[in-house]
């Protein structure tokens, strides 16, 4: 008998609780587990990239898809971060305001992973 072992079962948990999975080469999807402000988004970016990927914390993280459905969990609303910039988004200079509605936005590493800190105040 065949048992089909469904994608979220290869899900990693971030710090904040957020599920990430991978997409397809160099694609990886964060889901939300509760609230989903752009800040539990990046967190979990930013803790998959640093934990699971080893990027060093300078290593730019960016939007590849931005808020929408999931790929990976029908029913439930995701990003997707890639380590290299969305075709066309190259030059793409993101704003100042924390958001995940814009293709190319991106955060050095480090600096997604802060926001894991906003998850568990003190």
Same mark, same amino acid.
């Given at each position: 008998?065949?048992?089909?072992?469904p994608a979220a079962a290869?899900?990693?948990r971030a710090?904040?609780?957020?599920?990430v999975n991978p997409v397809r080469k160099g694609v990886f999807e964060v889901i939300p587990s509760g609230r989903s402000g752009p800040q539990q988004f990046w967190c979990g970016a930013g803790d998959y990239a640093r934990m699971v990927l080893g990027v060093g914390a300078t290593q730019r993280i960016y939007i590849w898809r931005a808020i929408g459905p999931s790929e990976t969990?029908?029913?439930?609303? *995701? /990003?997707?971060?890639s380590l290299s910039p969305p075709p066309g988004k190259e030059d793409y200079q993101p704003g100042y305001s924390? *958001? /995940?509605?814009?293709?190319?936005?991106?955060?050095?590493?480090?600096?997604?992973?802060r926001y894991c800190s906003s998850a568990f105040p003190f």
């Open positions: 008998m065949l048992v089909l072992v290869q899900a990693w710090i904040n609780g957020t599920e969990r029908p029913g439930a609303k *995701s /990003v997707q971060f924390l *958001s /995940v509605k814009h293709e190319g936005d991106n955060l050095d590493a480090a600096m997604a992973r």
